[in-house]
C-alpha cells in the first residue's frame, strides 16, 4: 500500500522534530510528522534551561557558538512562535544564579568561573551575601555563586504544544503512528515504512527521533547516527505563584554534585536533573528523587514546603562529542536533527531555522557546518 506522497516526512514529533516541520511547511514544502507518541520524550521531561554559559562543558567548546548563536535567536523565535498561534511559551530573560553549597563546591565553581572567562563568556563572581540578596530564599550557608545574566529559560510543554499548533497552521500534518523503518531504493531514501505496512513516499526523511533515532531500521550502518541515551530523572513541584520562591534559575554544586531550579512564572519549580548512562531505562528510582530533593532544599530550604506534582525520567539522545547531528547523512535524501544532548529546548532555533533551510533550499547554513553528521565518518562509529 502507498499512501499520498509528501515532500518531507520527519520522524519523530518532538520538538526538534516539530520545529523544522513548521520551518519546512513555512517555505511552502508538504511535511508530514509521524511518532506514535508525540511529544512523549525527552523533550516532555527537559527543564527548558536556554543556559550556554552555566551549561559550559570542559571539552564541548566547540559546540559554544552554535550555542551561544542559537540561544540569541530565542527572544525572536520564541515571539514567532506566540504571533504564530496565540500561545505563550513562557520565555523568561530573567537570568541564572550558580551558587556553591560548601567550600570544595565553591573552588569548583571558581573553576568554571575561569573556564567562562577565558571563553570570554559574561559571568560575575558573587559573595554569599550578594547570592543572598538576588535570591532572598537561598540558605544562608550557601558560600558564594555566579551570576549569569545571559542564561535564560522556556517552559518546555506549552512550547511542544506551540511548536506543534505553528506547524500544523503553516500546513504540516501529524500522524501519530509507528515508523517501521526508513525506506531505500538504490542509494537514497525514498520514504519511510509505517507501522501498518504502508508506504510514504517523501522526498526527503528528516530523523528527529531523539534517543531512538539509531534504531529506524532500513538505514545503512554508514548514515545511522551515532545516539545513545543519556538518562535524566527530574521533579516537578509547584507552589504559590506570589510570593514567588525564587525570581530566577538556581544552579547549585552541592558537595561535588550538581543540581538545578528552574521557576515558572506561575510558582511551579522544576528541580534536576541526574545524568546516567543506563540504556533505555525510564525508571524512576527511590534514590534519584531523594538526591535531588535532598540537594534542592540544602540551597533552598523553602523547597520542602511545595507540593510534588511529578517525578519522571527521559533520554537525552548523546553523541560520541556530544554535539547535535545536524545536516544530510551518507545516505542521500535522509536528513538528521538529533543528538542533542542536553540541549534540545537551547539549539531548537538553529535547528528549526537551518534544517529547514536546507530542506527548502538545498543549502545548508554555514552555521551547521560544524554539526555535520559526516564528522564521525571515517572514525568507526554509527557502522
Ligand atoms: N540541560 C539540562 C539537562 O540536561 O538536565
Known sequence: V???????????????????????AQRGLAVTVLD??????????????IAPVTE?????????????????????????????????????????????????????????????????????????????????ALAPGVRG????PGDHQVDTRPTWAALLAAAE????????????????????AVGVRLGDGA??????????????????IGVPPEAVPPVRPVKGQILRLRGPERPALLGRTVRGVVAGGSVYLVPRADGRLVVGATVEEQGFDTTVTAEAVYELLRDALRL??????????????????????????????????LVLATGHYRHGFLLLPVTADGIGEYLA???????????????????????
Not at 507518541?37 to 527548558?48: D, I, L, N
Not at 555563586?145 to 549569569?148: D, E, M, Q, S
Not at 511529578?310 to 547531528?325: F, H, K
Open 199 to 216: 508506504l510514504l513516499p517523501a522526498t526527503t526523511v528528516v530523523l528527529a527521533a531523539g534517543s531512538w533515532s539509531g534504531g529506524i
Open 2 to 24: 502507498r499512501t499520498h506522497p509528501t515532500d518531507v516526512a520527519v520522524i519523530g514529533a518532538g520538538v526538534a522534530g516539530l520545529g523544522v516541520a513548521w520551518r519546512a
Open 145 to 148: 555563586g555566579l551570576h549569569v
Open 56 to 136: 559550559v562543558a570542559y571539552g564541548e567548546e566547540a559546540v559554544l557558538g552554535v550555542h551561544l548563536a542559537s540561544a540569541g535567536r530565542w527572544p525572536r523565535f520564541a515571539a514567532e512562535l506566540e504571533e504564530a498561534t496565540g500561545m505563550s511559551v513562557g520565555y523568561r530573560a530573567h537570568g541564572t544564579l550558580a551558587v556553591a553549597f560548601d567550600a570544595d563546591d565553591l573552588r569548583s565553581l571558581a573553576d568554571l568561573h575561569a573556564f567562562q572567562r577565558s571563553l570570554g563568556l559574561d559571568a560575575e563572581a558573587l559573595a554569599s551575601r550578594e547570592c543572598r540578596d538576588l535570591e532572598p
Open 300 to 333: 533552598v530550604p523553602g523547597v520542602a514546603t511545595l507540593e510534588l506534582v511529578e517525578a519522571s525520567a527521559g533520554l537525552r539522545p548523546g553523541t560520541p562529542d556530544n554535539a547535535p547531528l545536524l545536516g544530510p547523512s551518507l545516505l542521500d535524501g
Open 169 to 188: 497552521g503553516a500546513g504540516a500534518s501529524l500522524r501519530p503512528e509507528r515508523v517501521e523503518g526508513v525506506v531505500v531504493e538504490g542509494d537514497r
Open 36 to 49: 506514535p507518541a508525540p511529544g512523549s520524550g525527552a523533550s516532555h521531561v527537559a527543564a527548558g534551561m
Open 361 to 383: 533550499s538545498g543549502v545548508l547554513p554555514d552555521d551547521l557546518a560544524p554539526l555535520s553528521p559526516h564528522r564521525f565518518v571515517g572514525h568507526g562509529v554509527g557502522a
